[in-house]
C-alpha cells in the first residue's frame, strides 16, 4: 500500500505523551503526577444515583440525542444559580447539549462551525485535542501565547498580541479560563476585551470552562455573559472535573438555539448518543448543595499549596496556579544536566527512574515548542499522602 495508514494532517499528533507517561509511570512503579485523573471518586451519593438508574432500567438503551430532559433542565438551573447574576440563563430544551465529555463537545463544535481554511485563535500552551480536532474540521490554529512572568508567578495574555492574530480569515476564538496547563483564571478586564474583540471583529467564540469551579484566586465568569457574547459563544463544561468522574465521560454545550443545533448536527455523527444511566447521576449531582462546591475547591487549595510548597523546596521555579488542578514549573533552576538543557521531554522521561514521580513536559502544548521548553506540568487532583509522597521523592532531585 502506496498510501499512509494515517489521515497526514493528523499523523503529526500520533500517540499522545499523556499514554506514555502513563505507561511509565505503570512500569516504574512511580507516582503519576502527570495525566489529570483524581485518584479517588466523586460523591457516594451520585454513584448510587447511577446504580439506580442501571437497576430502574433508565439509560440502558438509546437516550435522547440532546441528552435525557433532567439533565438538561439540571444543566440550566446550574447556569442560572452560579451566573443567573449575571444575566446567564439557557433554555434547556433549545440551548442545551449533552455530550460524551468536553473533549466530544469541543469535536463537533469545532466540526460544525469551521469551514476548510478557517483560522482558529487557541491561547497556547493548549490541551492537545484543540489542534487536532482543529485539524479534522479542516481549520489552520493560530496559536497566541500565554507568557509566564517569574517576578508574579503567573502566566499573562498580551491583548494586542491576541487583536494583531486576527485576520480576515478568522472564524473563531477557542478559548480555556481557568487555564490548562498554566493555571491562569482570566481576569474580568481580559474577558472584556476579548469580547469586545469578538464582536467588532464579527467572531465566534468556544469556551471550555470545565474547570470553572476549580478556582482558588479571582473568580470565574463566563465569557458569554458579557454584551453581545451569548448569541456567538458556545460554552462547554462537564462533570468530570467537578465531580471527580472522568471515566463517565459526561459533558456539555450550551448557547443560543442556532449555535447549539449546529453542534448537535455534528455531534450525532461521533458519538450519537452516550453514557445513558449516567446522565442521571450527573443530573443529582449538579443539584448538591452549596457546601459542596466550597469543599472542592478548598480541598484543591490544600493540595495546590502542598504540591507547590514542596516543588519550590525541591528546587523548581513554581508558576502557583490560580485554578484548575495542574502546576507548571520551570526546571532550570535545578541545577542538574537535564534541567539546565531545559529539555522538558527529556527530563520527564527520566523523572520516573530518579525520583519515582511521572510529570508531563509542557512543550507538547505549544506549536512553538521553544516556548514550552524548559516547563513541566504536574497535577494535584491526588490524594494528600500521595502528594507528600511525591514531594519527598523529588526533594531527593
Same mark, same amino acid.
Given at each position: ?42 460523591? %457516594? $451519593? ?21 441528552? !435525557?430532559? $433532567? ?26 447539549? @449533552? ?61 494586542? %498580541?491576541?487583536?494583531? &492574530? ?12 481557568p487555564h490548562n496547563p498554566t493555571g491562569t483564571v482570566l481576569t474580568h478586564d481580559e474577558l472584556a476585551a476579548v469580547a469586545q474583540l469578538a464582536v467588532e471583529r464579527n467572531l465566534l467564540v468556544i469556551t471550555d470552562e470545565v474547570y470553572e469551579h476549580l478556582v482558588f484566586e479571582g473568580e470565574h465568569t463566563p465569557l458569554a455573559s458579557f454584551p453581545g457574547m451569548r448569541e456567538r459563544t458556545v460554552t462547554i463544561s462537564s462533570a468530570g472535573k467537578t465531580f471527580a468522574f472522568t471515566g463517565w465521560k459526561v459533558g456539555w454545550v450550551t448557547a443560543a438555539p ?6 448537535? *448536527?455534528? /455531534? ?34 490544600? /493540595? =495546590?499549596? !502542598? ?5 519550590? %523546596? ?7 496556579? *490560580? #485554578? ?15 534541567? %539546565? ?7 520527564? =522521561? ?28 504536574? &497535577?494535584?487532583? /491526588?490524594?494528600?499522602? @500521595?502528594?507528600?509522597?511525591?514531594? #519527598?521523592?523529588? =526533594?531527593?532531585?
Amino acid at each position: 500500500m502506496d498510501r499512509p495508514l494515517l489521515n497526514r494532517r493528523l499523523a503529526e499528533f500520533g500517540t499522545t505523551i499523556f499514554a506514555e507517561m502513563s505507561a511509565l509511570a505503570v512500569r516504574t512503579g512511580s507516582i503519576n503526577l502527570g495525566q489529570g485523573f483524581p485518584d479517588a471518586d466523586g460523591p %457516594e $451519593e451520585v454513584r448510587e444515583a447511577a446504580v439506580r438508574a442501571l437497576r430502574d432500567g433508565r439509560g440502558n438503551q438509546y437516550p435522547p440525542g440532546p441528552g !435525557i430532559p $433532567e439533565l438538561r433542565a439540571a444543566v440550566a438551573a446550574h447556569q442560572q444559580r452560579f451566573y443567573g447574576h449575571l444575566g446567564l440563563s439557557y433554555d434547556p430544551d433549545t440551548e442545551v447539549l @449533552v455530550t460524551a465529555g468536553a473533549t466530544e463537545a469541543i469535536a463537533a463544535s469545532l466540526l460544525a462551525l469551521l469551514e476548510p481554511g478557517d483560522e482558529v485563535i487557541a491561547l497556547e500552551p493548549y490541551y492537545d485535542s484543540y489542534a487536532a480536532c482543529i485539524a479534522m474540521a479542516g481549520g489552520r490554529r493560530v496559536p497566541v501565547t500565554l507568557r509566564p512572568d517569574p517576578s508574579t508567578a503567573s502566566y499573562h495574555l498580551d491583548l494586542d %498580541e491576541l487583536r494583531d &492574530a486576527v485576520t480576515d480569515d478568522t472564524r473563531l476564538i477557542l478559548l480555556n479560563t481557568p487555564h490548562n496547563p498554566t493555571g491562569t483564571v482570566l481576569t474580568h478586564d481580559e474577558l472584556a476585551a476579548v469580547a469586545q474583540l469578538a464582536v467588532e471583529r464579527n467572531l465566534l467564540v468556544i469556551t471550555d470552562e470545565v474547570y470553572e469551579h476549580l478556582v482558588f484566586e479571582g473568580e470565574h465568569t463566563p465569557l458569554a455573559s458579557f454584551p453581545g457574547m451569548r448569541e456567538r459563544t458556545v460554552t462547554i463544561s462537564s462533570a468530570g472535573k467537578t465531580f471527580a468522574f472522568t471515566g463517565w465521560k459526561v459533558g456539555w454545550v450550551t448557547a443560543a438555539p442556532e449555535l447549539t443545533a449546529a453542534v448537535r *448536527s455534528a /455531534k450525532q455523527f461521533l458519538t450519537y448518543v452516550s453514557a445513558g444511566p449516567f446522565q442521571y447521576a450527573v443530573a443529582e449531582a449538579l443539584a448538591l448543595p452549596d457546601t459542596y462546591y466550597t469543599a472542592l475547591r478548598d480541598d484543591l487549595r490544600t /493540595k =495546590r499549596d !502542598i504540591l507547590a510548597t514542596g516543588l519550590t %523546596e525541591a528546587g523548581f521555579q513554581v508558576f502557583r496556579p *490560580s #485554578g484548575t488542578y495542574f502546576i507548571t514549573t520551570d526546571i532550570r533552576p535545578l541545577g542538574t544536566a537535564l534541567s %539546565e538543557e531545559g529539555d522538558g521531554f527529556a527530563f520527564c =522521561r527520566a523523572l520516573p527512574e530518579r525520583a519515582g514521580v511521572v510529570a508531563i513536559p509542557n512543550a507538547v502544548f505549544y506549536d512553538h515548542k521553544d516556548q514550552g521548553a524548559p516547563y513541566v506540568r504536574f &497535577a494535584f487532583c /491526588k490524594q494528600e499522602e @500521595v502528594l507528600r509522597e511525591a514531594v #519527598g521523592r523529588l =526533594r531527593k532531585l
